[in-house]
């Protein structure tokens, strides 16, 4: 056989070789499939509508009436063809679950949000705040960022997942919980106890972040790894009463304003964990020189007490991470204008590090006040939230959502946070979850105003964000 003979016969055979090999690759079941495309700009709106719709219903707590709430999204679930459980400790007080199964080769993912919002002062709304008003880009209601706005995002990603049929090596759960603002107890705390079977994960991804835009560019994505615990801590102050002509050296009230005072310009030890000491060193590669400065040089022995100041009077946010934060929000004491009282009250809404020894914090606050007539009482009894450990750094969970970060942003960074509040995220960490936070595009000079008046969403940042998640799960949770 002559060469160009050999040559045509050994080029078919390669061919018939590459023909044989590429449908031994299509039919097998090992590699990832070709994932559907989901029409984000179709689900954008359907988000928007979701959440419209949601905001409407009014699960303020409390009383809570979070059954309505997850009624209203059992109605969803229905219409999609997707079956979906209410359980509850109190009638009126639901949780809904709904899961995608996968094929079992990995724990499941959970992707959650809260049914309940706070109250609110209507008088000091400019709009109403049930109604979901669309105005200048923004969707404004109770609830449209905390949390309703996660729990829509979640239900659409959710829905995306249903309807494009895609394969899945672990389950996708969705859980919207009652009672997250202050009576877990009902909804977190009882979905543990009693249905742990129904919401058993190896990763959740839950409220607790933000991705922030600076002139128009995002800058990073926050995902929290960790978060503060609340521990309420009460003054106590009693002396004397008598007639208020005659003032007294014991009045209840002079000694606890002294002592509020002391508390309120304390600055308890600064102390960083693994979580904020990489957000603060990423964080100074992205912001303005003098910014960077002041994150960069928080441990320096000679300068850290001047930035630490510095920090607490221009960046509040910034300064409840790096410690125990304290601020008295109640005072209690009299009654009449002409009587001293006997007695006198403060409550602080005290937010600890994750691993604050809090009988040597309250050694620690009783030598700050120095007055033997203070009592310092903890209130926060066995209830509340569990300190745990932070969610791990190097994840699978969130080495994806590090992935669909650089997808959806290029640029940006990913950046780990401790959450100064508070989630439901700490009861699902303290049995062995990796949980994570996150939260919609916010911009520079902007915030939710989540808890305050006039709380609003951002229309358009809604869109990546439902696209941030989608990609996450897609990376963690689909077939391969």
């Not at 969707?139 to 979640?154: I, Q, T």
Request: with cysteine; proline share 6%; aromatic share 6%.
């Amino acid at each position: 056989m002559n060469f160009p003979t050999l040559w045509s016969a050994a080029v078919r055979h390669c061919a018939a070789c590459a023909a044989s090999l590429s449908l031994a690759f299509a039919e097998s079941p090992s590699l990832t499939p070709k994932i559907p495309s989901p029409d984000f700009a179709a689900a954008h709106e359907e988000t928007v509508k979701i959440l419209t719709e949601f905001i409407r219903v009014d699960t303020v707590n409390p009383p809570g009436n979070e059954t309505r709430g997850a009624e209203f999204l059992k109605a969803i679930f229905d219409k999609e063809g997707i079956a979906s459980e209410i359980f509850y400790l109190e009638k009126s007080r639901g949780n809904i679950v709904a899961r995608i199964k996968g094929n079992g080769k990995k724990k499941p993912l959970m992707l959650m949000g809260h049914l309940d919002v706070v109250g609110v002062e209507r008088e000091k709304w400019t709009v109403d705040p049930f109604a979901g008003v669309i105005k200048d880009g923004y969707l404004y209601g109770r609830g449209a960022s905390d949390d309703k706005g996660m729990a829509s995002v979640c239900l659409e990603v959710f829905i995306l997942l249903h309807r494009l049929r895609i394969p899945l090596d672990r389950d996708v759960i969705f859980l919207a919980e009652a009672g997250e603002e202050g009576t877990t107890h009902v909804g977190i705390d009882f979905m543990v106890a009693k249905h742990w079977d129904k919401i058993e994960c190896e990763f959740a991804l839950n409220e607790g972040g933000g991705i922030k835009e600076v002139n128009g560019r995002v800058q990073y994505v926050g995902v929290s790894t960790t978060e503060k615990v609340p521990r309420t801590i009460l003054l106590s102050a009693k002396g004397t009463s008598g007639h208020g002509s005659r003032p007294r050296p014991d009045n209840a009230i002079v000694h606890l304003s002294a002592a509020v005072a002391k508390i309120g310009t304390w600055q308890p030890p600064m102390r960083l964990n693994e979580t904020t000491r990489a957000y603060f060193s990423k964080l100074s590669k992205l912001v303005s020189p003098e910014e960077a400065f002041l994150f960069s040089h928080l441990e320096d022995p000679n300068l850290s007490l001047l930035v630490q100041e510095k920090l607490r009077v221009s960046n509040i946010a910034a300064n409840s991470m790096l410690r125990t934060s304290i601020s008295p929000n109640i005072i209690k004491g009299g009654f009449r204008v002409n009587v001293i009282p006997g007695d006198a009250l403060a409550t602080l809404d005290v937010r600890s590090l994750p691993d604050e020894d809090m009988d040597l914090f309250l050694e620690m606050m009783r030598k700050v006040i120095n007055d033997p007539t203070i009592e310092i009482v903890p209130a926060w009894g066995t209830t509340g939230r569990p300190a745990t450990p932070p969610s791990p750094l190097d994840s699978e969970l969130f080495r994806a959502l590090e992935r669909s970060q650089q997808r959806v942003f290029p640029g940006a960074a990913t950046l780990p946070m401790m959450l100064t509040g508070a989630t439901d995220s700490a009861q699902l960490r303290a049995k062995g979850v990796k949980a994570y936070g996150l939260g919609p595009l916010f911009t520079d000079g902007d915030s939710s105003r989540a808890h305050g008046n006039d709380e609003r969403v951002l229309i358009a940042g809604l869109k990546p964000f439902l696209e941030l998640i989608f990609h996450t799960v897609i990376d963690i949770a689909a077939t391969k």
